[in-house]
């Protein structure tokens, strides 16, 4: 694994994400596809609480303390309990790309870093650095993915056009 190029990755989507996220109107943030789906504004509240408390985390705690028990974490719950609801997307989202900014900022630091180096959890088992690396690359890939779903979704109940000229969705 070229763990540089997973870095890199990171940071382009960084820039996907400003492509796709911080531009859309105030009904289109917290419009839903359907009632148990998450709305714009809560996925971009969710990534920024996975930059801070889940990934770059997980890493470290792999690197310096592996043996501890890691801090529990909980997305799901967070949606109602950080009252993602009451944020404002557009500050969330600045916080989002500033932490992003600093987990690419600490992987340049990094010297030698040894991504073999595990964490046994207990749900999970054993979990190497390197793996929390590239499930945070593949999330990002997901979360890419919803957010161009919901903004389809969205195109076709706010159009009455036929939209099967673009293509197969």
Not at 26 to 37: A, G, M, V
Not at 81 to 99: A, H, L, V
Request: aromatic content about 14%; glycine content about 2%.
């Amino acid at each position: 694994m070229i763990h540089k190029d997973l870095f890199l990755q990171l940071a382009r989507n960084k820039e996907i994400f400003h492509g796709i996220l911080p531009h859309d109107s105030e009904e289109f943030q917290t419009w839903r596809f359907h009632p148990d789906k998450w709305c714009l504004k809560e996925i971009v509240c969710h990534l920024l609480d996975e930059e801070r408390e889940d990934f770059r985390s997980r890493i470290k705690h792999c690197f310096e303390t592996p043996d501890e028990p890691m801090p529990p974490i909980n997305p799901q719950a967070w949606v109602m309990e950080r009252d993602y609801m009451g944020r404002n997307i557009q500050n969330t989202y600045s916080e989002f790309r500033k932490e992003r900014e600093n987990s690419i900022a600490w992987f340049i630091s990094l010297v030698e870093p040894n991504w073999k180096s595990t964490h046994h959890h207990p749900q999970l088992g054993a979990v190497s650095a390197e793996k929390f690396l590239a499930n945070w690359v593949e999330h990002d890939f997901l979360h890419i993915r919803q957010i161009f779903t919901l903004k389809h979704q969205y195109l076709a109940h706010t159009t009455s056009e036929d939209l099967s000229y673009a293509g197969n969705w």
